[in-house]
């Protein structure tokens, strides 16, 4: 892969709006996970809830667009001057060559369930006012950052479950790659629903206190809500500091509908390819963002297929203690993670993680620590079904 700059990035999660709020975390190993009380939800678990989201409607143009998730698409869009540095883009190279490439699972699905419960009481009909199209629809985040920022070219909402918003990276970088356009808006959305915390507690896969990724007594995850961004740009050569997509990695082991290969075949397959794509070794990454959802056989499976790969050298935690895991946009939110760790030197530590599992020989990382030399950093996202993504970020001027 020829490197891409990450010319802007921002995010938002229970930790914050924007990067200072998540630099400041990092730096603190601290979490924004609390006692689940969304919505009419009765669950024993902690979830990873952004702040105020309702509180943020959408303009007039876009109302027919209005939802939990594309509200929360807006008010991460407008952090960190974000939205304008992708509009000074747009300018740069013109609106049918800025790509829109978007990773959600749940997507709008919150709008169905409340109109769900204002059925007709005798025809069963749905409120005339719901729009599954412009709403509920995956395709919905991509139309609704589209229209809002003017573009008229390419566009994609790419759901593979957990590992969507990484997978946006790598589809990108390919159109760019062919010549279909210059650069990509990449990101991924993904909100709190009643469906997703019902359905991950049904599966048994929710914990009833804040997730403990890798630790020897984890027992399941904590669901967040999250948005991330970045603008993926061609360059000759950037700032000291700046920060590259170098390779991209995906698999599909189709193991089981929602269970892990158990030696993490597809895991591994994904980080070897990300390597290659990189053209980089094993002993290059100096930090690892762990898929680490804090269940039993997630974390058993990553963990031996990084043992496989990297050894117990390589520097690596999970981050989702710290926002819960955002489903469909975990993938983006931990690159922007990566590019925060990259840009400060720092490797992140896993907040809620006590006791190691034993059973796990990585060079797993409780709290964070400087790490003034770092220069590569690779993060794991995988999804139900077998499909995986690992991506690599490299620091400097030119890479």
Known sequence: MKPLLLSATTATTCLGVGLDAHRAALRENRSGLQPCAFDTVDLPTWVGEVADVDAHPLPAPLAAFDCRNNRLA???????????????AIARHGAGRVG???????????????????????????????????????????????????????????????????KVFAAAARQIELGTIDAALVGGVDSLCLTTLYGFASLELTSAEPCRPYDAGRNGIS?????????????????????????????????????????GLGARLAMQAALRSAGL?????????????????????????????????????????????????????????????????????????????PAITLNYQLRGAPAPQLRHALTNSFGFGGSNCSLVFGRGAAA
């Open 281 to 357: 070794q094993p002993g290059d990454i100096g930090y690892i963002n762990l898929h680490g959802t804090a269940t039993p056989a997630n974390d058993s499976a990553e963990g031996l297929a990084v043992a496989a790969l990297f050894g117990a050298r390589v520097p690596c935690s999970s981050t989702k203690g710290a926002t819960g895991h955002t489903l469909g946009a975990a993938g983006a939110v931990e690159a922007v993670l990566c590019a925060i760790a990259l840009m400060d030197g720092f490797v992140p530590g896993s907040p809620g993680t006590r006791a190691l599992d």
């Open 100 to 166: 829109v490439f978007m990773g959600t699972s749940t997507s709008g699905i919150l709008e169905t369930e409340l109109a769900y419960r204002q059925r007709d009481p005798a025809t069963g009909a749905l409120p005339a006012s719901f729009s599954y199209g412009s709403t509920h629809n995956p395709y919905s985040l991509s139309e609704c950052l589209r229209r809002h920022l003017g573009l008229t070219g390419m566009a994609a909402t790419i759901s593979t479950a957990c590992s969507s918003s990484a």
């Open 74 to 88: 807006l008010l991460a869009l407008r952090a960190d001057g974000f939205e304008e540095r992708v509009r000074a």
């Open 223 to 263: 669901i967040g809500e999250g948005a991330a961004y970045a603008l993926l740009e061609h360059a000759d050569s950037a700032a000291a500091d700046a920060v590259w997509l170098l390779g991209a990695g995906e698999s599909s082991d189709a193991h089981h509908m929602s269970a892990p290969h158990p030696e």
